[in-house]
């Protein structure tokens, strides 16, 4: 097997286990605040919504940072950097005893999070440049995989063990991770010559990147695509117990809801993937963001569940198109050595794309009712499909 296809399997497993262990918590997060001592609907209502966002919030201000220093030392150092990083937050996590601890720690997650961003920047340098789309929306799956897994087996293990012990075992996976990182995967990065490049801030490095209009326009785009998605998001059990006739289910729905996208996420993140290594990717990422635009009009008039999955399953086969696209055009616009830096501030817009989506869904959805917001985000993902289009095109006309 070719050196890159071993890497990719490495960091697939290693970005599977990262997703995995941050979202593990999701199922049981309110319990596990009831037991720190939270009562009340309301304060364990906002506890957790300040818990889940604050991993957002330090993960969009220190991503750009640690992609630079990855830039001038390594990508390899960064991953083992997250990894056994997150490892050690997560495993503190279960010895947490109130709900300010684990605040702080959820806010140090972000503060040392990062693998995804680390990985997909070193696929980009070890994967040939024709295999890119396939490479980097393989890798797309497995962070995807982990995101809909992880709430599955954290569940299971809650119901089966209690809460603090999968702390423990998902920081023992974590290590396991870094570990396989540490000992298979090999990085050619000429330290001396990055560091003999001038160095350059954070604000600098962001003026530079953005010299190369299509560098904005992709973290637009995953801004825009991360925000739309999860707008509609704190509304989808209300939404489900409007048009489901099975209300003793509204939870498992929910699940699915969540679970279906992510799936069709997996298939579709490698075959677009490939198909955009063999045609124009830019055709590939205007066509999805348009399909995905279209398939939130049946969410928003989904006259039942099995309408409502049927979409949801459309949505993810077209963001399977979309992230690993926009991440093979940043690998071709950025220049040698800024690779960290260009996919740290991507993740920094996905960043801010989740901390900003579920807030603002949840306020506009008092105004505009439930299908309204399925209708906001068709209009956005629309307008951000046919800026894409003409941007494109315009850069294609020759000066």
Known sequence: MSRWKVVLGILWFGTFLMMAGMTMIMPFLPLYLQQL????????AFWSGAIYASTFITSF??????????????????LLRSGFGMAAVIILMGLSYNAWQLLALRLLN??????????????????PRVRMGFALGTLQSGGVAGSIIGPLIG????????????????????????????????????????????????????????KIPQLPALFTVTFILQFAFLSAMP?????????SEDVTRIAFYSGLVGSITGLSNIIASPVLGRLADRIDPHKILWISLLGAAVSYVPQATAGGITQ??????????????????????ITRYTPDGMQSRA??????????????????????????????????????????????????RAMAKPS
């Open 37 to 44: 001592g939270i009562t009340g609907e309301h304060e364990v």
């Open 61 to 78: 201000l220190f991503q750009p940072l640690w992609a630079q220093i990855a830039d001038r030392y390594g990508r390899k150092i960064m």
């Open 110 to 127: 972000g503060v040392v999070s990062g693998f995804q961003p680390a990985a997909t920047a070193l696929m980009s340098t070890i994967a």
């Open 155 to 210: 569940g299971l293990m809650a119901d089966l063990f209690g809460f603090r012990p999968i702390f423990f075992v998902t920081g023992s996976l974590l290590i396991l991770a870094s570990l396989l990182v540490g000992f298979f995967v090999k990085e050619r990065f000429d330290r001396e010559a990055a560091l003999a490049k001038p160095k350059m801030s954070i604000l600098r490095s962001f003026a530079e990147l953005s």
């Open 235 to 243: 509304i989808i059990p209300l939404y489900i117990q409007n048009i």
């Open 308 to 329: 409502l999955l049927a979409a949801r399953f459309l949505l993810g086969l077209c963001m399977g198109g979309i992230v690993p696209t926009v991440n093979a055009l």
């Open 343 to 392: 996919f740290g501030f991507n993740t920094s817009s996905f960043s801010l794309g989740s901390m900003l989506g579920p807030s603002v869904g949840g306020m506009l959805s008092g105004w505009i009712g439930f299908s309204g917001i399925f209708y906001f985000s068709a209009v956005l993902m629309l307008l951000n499909g046919i800026w894409v289009y003409v941007f494109t």
